[in-house]
């Protein structure tokens, strides 16, 4: 029994193939995830613990050398003059003129010292914000950030009333917790900056005056400059993009990454209310309260389903389309090619608004088809077969917005997608299909291989090993694929309301049948009438997690990326 | 050979077997593209036609009931009277200003970021690279409330420019892995002959580099082009008050706001389809070069 032995082996193969993709990476994910964090947590440890033993030895070794770094320690800059390094002393102290000037033209320094402070002084047992009332970006930047603010509208302070905002005067103004949270994390980030400086240049004292023993001479300006332009041609080239990125992207990332630790929602109404540094209640909320948690389960089971199935079936079905068009029986290829492709040619923003006119409910196309050929009923008792339609339905079709039709919604998702994600696979396999080495068909040929042989033994491990990152690049994308679902389905059918528990109830806060975790954070967030800012920041912590980690391991496993020549 | 003939030695070899897998693929091609035009015909119907609504557009355009009211409206409705361009042509010349300045933004500070990359090795840059590898996965929106925020406080929003500097952030990490890999594959006994001539750093990377690497700054240049005229989400936070193409399209299309209106919106986005289409499809291999790119990075 040739066969049976063959379908044997082909599920053995299956299942060995599975438990060496799957099992095994999981297992590897989780054993590579420990190794990291271990290898973190003892590098931080040990780095700690050396820099002061590196103090030590400094001070007890060339302790000329480490005091020129203790100067530059009190005055960035001052180790290098000692130095004679003019030329290095100069950049640092402009560095920090600028912050002194900023801290200094923001804040009122010279209000506080002329007096004001005894004019209007804090009565006795109130509390005097120094800071708050004079301090300029970065103080009172810092101040912000910790406090988040203490006065609202009407609060008496220093014998005034809080009323509106105003420039000079600051005190008199109400605080706004999102105003200083905002300038803190800016003030913050270029205090890192500021603080980065500082060190190399302690650092910068310190080594020089080491070279200064060993070669008896300090490097000249000239011999720096070139040497600068030289070995530090490749940071000089990459700061203006890590500055935008910094700016644009990664203090906005840390903005967000604190409000989730505040007690911050739509409900705070800022003027008159402040809002807290609350820890981690909000994540004790969405793990305990069960009603959160639910919503939580079924938004990020739909979430991988939809990431999965979104990949999967693209890939399949362009697998197929470029099997057939490349196959010997397509006369005219390059034009069922050109024809296939036109979903990807269409902007996806496009495709996506004009399906969801194309299953709107009344004048959609499909609709509209179905009720011109007379078959919405058939259909629909079909689907109700199926169990994609609820009982109640009648008329035409609710596509995407039927309460009792979640999966009918959820369903219409993944076709739409499938439509316009297709042909991206079908490109990309097309390309792969020309590179398999002809000689591999003829040699099966000259065993006698059938087709199916061919495609089961030569075509498609080729083309599943050259595609397989870009599979994982689509799941994580699909994972995050905002667009999708808010263009076409707005995260609609809502869920029906006897099954929103009344403390999500009364936010508004629950996702609608088809939202992905995206498209819900974008809801709490934005929404208007919602709002749970918090929420939505701790929910996207744990995407950021989540994505995170699978990027790290994939890197990690491509010796390709970190292959240095 | 006559064609007679060659159809004649063409049915010899006709075999049941052919015939059958024959028409199956033809049948399933015919399928297919049935599925992908229908729609596609509908978008095209609904903005030719002089109905108004949905329910009365045909799914296969008629030519006898051709009309261009829908167009005449679009570029001439303004909804004060004071401006040049119609609503429409308004959000398309400021989406065309943020794409061109994205264009020109992106594509010189990623080859510079790709040119340190492939070439230098340098403190931090394995740290560097790994966060723009996870940076490049998380999508922009995610920032976007402290964005709207620091927007507000310092007088930017409905900037055009202070969005485009939020694109350009936000397309440098993906597109320098794209250079990178490509500078790679440069040779680097050129840099070290040009050094050796004496050349210097700026020198290797301005004359012998960047002119080599104009083929995938190109592809970069198309995406960094295309990037801006179908982002929604951004542009409606950070500049409330003024149209993008994306906002413009969106407004009519979405059913729960009171402009509803999907008929001009199939017609605005038919306008804005065709050209990207025409692009896309001609810079089809290009972008499979980017696609194959993003394979071998993983």
Redesign the interface.
Same mark, same amino acid.
């Given at each position: 029994m040739g066969d049976t032995n063959d379908s044997k082996n082909v599920f053995q193969r299956v299942g060995a193939f599975l438990y060496q993709q799957v099992l095994l990476r999981i297992v590897h994910f989780f054993e590579f995830l420990g190794l990291k964090i271990y290898g973190l947590f003892k590098g931080l440890v040990l780095k700690f613990v050396y820099f002061f033993i590196n103090i030590y030895k400094a001070f007890k070794e060339e302790p000329k050398a480490a005091f020129k770094g203790l100067s530059s320690f009190f005055l960035p800059g001052l180790g290098q003059v000692r130095n004679k390094q003019w030329y290095k002393a100069i950049p640092i102290f402009v560095v920090l003129l600028v912050f002194l000037v900023i801290e200094f033209a923001t804040g009122s320094y010279m209000y506080a010292l002329s007096g004001e402070i005894a004019d209007f002084p804090a009565a006795a047992g109130e509390p005097f914000y120094f800071f708050r009332d004079y301090g300029g970006f970065f103080t009172k930047g810092i101040w912000g950030l910790v406090t988040l603010g203490e006065l609202t509208l009407g609060d008496a302070y220093r014998g005034e009333t809080i009323v509106i905002y105003d420039r000079i005067f600051t005190w008199k103004s109400a605080d706004n917790s999102?105003?200083l949270l905002?300038?803190g994390?800016?003030a913050f980030s270029m205090l890192l900056m500021l603080g980065s400086v500082w060190y190399f240049s302690v650092k910068d004292a310190f080594r020089t005056h080491l070279d200064y023993v060993r070669t008896g001479q300090v490097e000249e300006y000239k011999v720096f400059i070139r040497r600068v332009?030289?070995?530090?041609?490749?940071?000089i080239?990459?700061i203006?993009?890590?500055i935008?990125?910094v700016?644009?992207? &990664? #203090?906005?990332?840390?903005?967000?990454f604190l +409000?989730a630790f505040t007690n911050w929602t739509g409900r705070v109404s800022l003027g008159e209310q402040l809002f807290k540094w609350d820890g981690f209640e909000t994540f004790k909320l969405i793990v305990q309260s069960a009603d959160w948690l639910k919503f939580f389960g079924d938004v990020l089971i739909w979430t991988i389903i939809y990431a999965f199935m979104s990949s999967v079936t693209v890939y399949v079905l362009g697998l197929i389309?470029a099997l057939?068009?490349e196959?010997k029986?397509?006369v005219f290829k390059k034009f069922?090619r050109?024809?296939?492709?036109?979903?990807?040619?269409?902007?996806? &923003? #496009?495709?996506l608004?004009?399906?969801?006119? +194309?299953f709107?409910d009344?004048?959609?196309?499909f609709n509209?088809?179905l009720s011109d050929a007379g078959w919405t009923d058939a259909l629909r008792e079909f689907l109700r077969e199926l169990g994609l339609v609820g009982q109640a339905s009648e008329g035409n079709i609710l596509w995407l917005t039927g309460k009792e039709n979640g999966l009918l919604a959820k369903s219409i998702i993944i076709i739409v997608n499938l439509?316009i994600g297709y042909p991206?696979f079908m490109?990309?396999i097309t390309?792969v299909l020309g590179t398999i080495p002809a000689s591999l068909y003829e040699a099966a040929d000259i065993d006698g291989a059938t087709d199916f042989q061919k495609f089961r033994f030569i075509t498609f491990p080729w083309v599943l090993r050259?595609?397989a990152?870009?599979i994982?690049?689509t799941f994580?994308f699909n994972f995050?694929n905002?667009?999708a679902i808010?263009?076409l389905s707005g995260g609609g059918p809502g869920y029906p309301t006897d099954q929103i528990p009344e403390s999500v109830r009364v936010l508004g806060a629950a996702p609608g049948q088809t939202d992905i975790l995206?498209s819900w954070?974008?809801k709490l967030?934005?929404q208007s009438t919602v709002n749970q800012?918090n929420l939505?920041s701790v929910y996207?912590i744990l995407?950021?997690i989540f994505?995170?980690l699978v990027?790290?391991y994939?890197?990690s496993k491509?010796k390709?990326?970190?292959e240095?020549? | 050979m006559t064609v007679k003939e060659k159809f004649q030695r063409w049915l010899k070899r006709l075999t049941v077997k052919?015939v059958i897998?024959?028409t199956l693929?033809?049948g399933?091609?015919g399928l297919?593209?049935a599925?992908?035009?229908?729609?596609?015909l509908?978008?095209v119907s609904a903005a030719f036609t002089d109905a108004t609504?949905?329910?009365q557009v045909p799914?296969i355009p008629k030519l006898s009931e051709w009309s261009l009211v829908n167009y005449k409206e679009l570029f001439t409705e303004k909804s004060t009277s004071d401006q040049a361009l119609s609503d429409y042509l308004r959000a398309f010349a400021t989406t065309f200003m943020i794409a061109a300045t994205n264009t020109v933004l992106v594509v010189a500070?990623?080859s510079?970021?790709g040119?340190?990359?492939s070439?230098?090795?340098?403190k931090g840059?394995?740290k560097?690279l790994?966060s723009?590898?996870?940076?490049q996965?998380?999508?922009?929106?995610?920032?976007?409330?402290?964005?709207f925020?620091?927007f507000r406080?310092f007088g930017l929003l409905n900037n055009p420019f202070a969005l485009t500097?939020?694109y350009?952030?936000?397309a440098?990490?993906y597109n320098?892995f794209i250079v990178r890999g490509f500078m790679?594959n440069i040779p680097?006994s050129l840099d070290e002959a040009a050094a050796i001539d004496g050349a210097?750093?700026?020198q290797v990377?301005m004359k012998i580099i960047i002119p080599l690497a104009v083929p995938i700054m190109g592809f970069i240049a198309v995406n960094a082009f295309?990037q801006p005229?179908?982002?929604?989400?951004l542009p409606s936070?950070i500049m409330p008050q003024r149209d993008t193409v994306?906002i413009w399209?969106?407004r009519f299309?979405d059913?729960l706001g009171h402009e509803y209106d999907?008929i001009k919106?199939?017609s605005g986005?038919l306008f804005?389809?065709v050209p990207?289409?025409l692009v896309?499809?001609y810079m089809?291999r290009y972008l499979?070069y980017g696609?194959?790119q993003?394979?071998?990075?993983?």
């Amino acid at each position: 029994m040739g066969d049976t032995n063959d379908s044997k082996n082909v599920f053995q193969r299956v299942g060995a193939f599975l438990y060496q993709q799957v099992l095994l990476r999981i297992v590897h994910f989780f054993e590579f995830l420990g190794l990291k964090i271990y290898g973190l947590f003892k590098g931080l440890v040990l780095k700690f613990v050396y820099f002061f033993i590196n103090i030590y030895k400094a001070f007890k070794e060339e302790p000329k050398a480490a005091f020129k770094g203790l100067s530059s320690f009190f005055l960035p800059g001052l180790g290098q003059v000692r130095n004679k390094q003019w030329y290095k002393a100069i950049p640092i102290f402009v560095v920090l003129l600028v912050f002194l000037v900023i801290e200094f033209a923001t804040g009122s320094y010279m209000y506080a010292l002329s007096g004001e402070i005894a004019d209007f002084p804090a009565a006795a047992g109130e509390p005097f914000y120094f800071f708050r009332d004079y301090g300029g970006f970065f103080t009172k930047g810092i101040w912000g950030l910790v406090t988040l603010g203490e006065l609202t509208l009407g609060d008496a302070y220093r014998g005034e009333t809080i009323v509106i905002y105003d420039r000079i005067f600051t005190w008199k103004s109400a605080d706004n917790s999102q105003v200083l949270l905002g300038e803190g994390v800016i003030a913050f980030s270029m205090l890192l900056m500021l603080g980065s400086v500082w060190y190399f240049s302690v650092k910068d004292a310190f080594r020089t005056h080491l070279d200064y023993v060993r070669t008896g001479q300090v490097e000249e300006y000239k011999v720096f400059i070139r040497r600068v332009w030289d070995e530090f041609f490749a940071y000089i080239i990459i700061i203006p993009a890590v500055i935008l990125i910094v700016f644009f992207t &990664l #203090i906005p990332f840390l903005f967000s990454f604190l +409000v989730a630790f505040t007690n911050w929602t739509g409900r705070v109404s800022l003027g008159e209310q402040l809002f807290k540094w609350d820890g981690f209640e909000t994540f004790k909320l969405i793990v305990q309260s069960a009603d959160w948690l639910k919503f939580f389960g079924d938004v990020l089971i739909w979430t991988i389903i939809y990431a999965f199935m979104s990949s999967v079936t693209v890939y399949v079905l362009g697998l197929i389309q470029a099997l057939i068009i490349e196959s010997k029986y397509v006369v005219f290829k390059k034009f069922f090619r050109v024809m296939l492709i036109i979903p990807w040619a269409i902007p996806a &923003l #496009i495709s996506l608004m004009l399906f969801r006119n +194309v299953f709107a409910d009344n004048a959609g196309l499909f609709n509209q088809l179905l009720s011109d050929a007379g078959w919405t009923d058939a259909l629909r008792e079909f689907l109700r077969e199926l169990g994609l339609v609820g009982q109640a339905s009648e008329g035409n079709i609710l596509w995407l917005t039927g309460k009792e039709n979640g999966l009918l919604a959820k369903s219409i998702i993944i076709i739409v997608n499938l439509w316009i994600g297709y042909p991206y696979f079908m490109m990309l396999i097309t390309g792969v299909l020309g590179t398999i080495p002809a000689s591999l068909y003829e040699a099966a040929d000259i065993d006698g291989a059938t087709d199916f042989q061919k495609f089961r033994f030569i075509t498609f491990p080729w083309v599943l090993r050259a595609t397989a990152p870009v599979i994982i690049t689509t799941f994580t994308f699909n994972f995050n694929n905002f667009g999708a679902i808010y263009f076409l389905s707005g995260g609609g059918p809502g869920y029906p309301t006897d099954q929103i528990p009344e403390s999500v109830r009364v936010l508004g806060a629950a996702p609608g049948q088809t939202d992905i975790l995206i498209s819900w954070i974008y809801k709490l967030t934005f929404q208007s009438t919602v709002n749970q800012y918090n929420l939505a920041s701790v929910y996207s912590i744990l995407i950021f997690i989540f994505i995170g980690l699978v990027a790290v391991y994939n890197l990690s496993k491509l010796k390709s990326f970190w292959e240095e020549d | 050979m006559t064609v007679k003939e060659k159809f004649q030695r063409w049915l010899k070899r006709l075999t049941v077997k052919k015939v059958i897998i024959g028409t199956l693929v033809y049948g399933w091609l015919g399928l297919m593209i049935a599925i992908v035009f229908t729609p596609v015909l509908w978008m095209v119907s609904a903005a030719f036609t002089d109905a108004t609504q949905l329910a009365q557009v045909p799914v296969i355009p008629k030519l006898s009931e051709w009309s261009l009211v829908n167009y005449k409206e679009l570029f001439t409705e303004k909804s004060t009277s004071d401006q040049a361009l119609s609503d429409y042509l308004r959000a398309f010349a400021t989406t065309f200003m943020i794409a061109a300045t994205n264009t020109v933004l992106v594509v010189a500070l990623s080859s510079l970021v790709g040119f340190a990359f492939s070439r230098y090795r340098f403190k931090g840059k394995k740290k560097v690279l790994l966060s723009m590898m996870g940076l490049q996965m998380f999508p922009s929106f995610m920032g976007m409330l402290a964005l709207f925020m620091f927007f507000r406080q310092f007088g930017l929003l409905n900037n055009p420019f202070a969005l485009t500097l939020i694109y350009v952030a936000g397309a440098i990490p993906y597109n320098t892995f794209i250079v990178r890999g490509f500078m790679r594959n440069i040779p680097k006994s050129l840099d070290e002959a040009a050094a050796i001539d004496g050349a210097t750093n700026l020198q290797v990377m301005m004359k012998i580099i960047i002119p080599l690497a104009v083929p995938i700054m190109g592809f970069i240049a198309v995406n960094a082009f295309m990037q801006p005229w179908l982002d929604y989400i951004l542009p409606s936070v950070i500049m409330p008050q003024r149209d993008t193409v994306a906002i413009w399209l969106f407004r009519f299309m979405d059913p729960l706001g009171h402009e509803y209106d999907p008929i001009k919106f199939m017609s605005g986005a038919l306008f804005l389809a065709v050209p990207i289409m025409l692009v896309q499809i001609y810079m089809q291999r290009y972008l499979i070069y980017g696609l194959t790119q993003g394979a071998d990075k993983g």
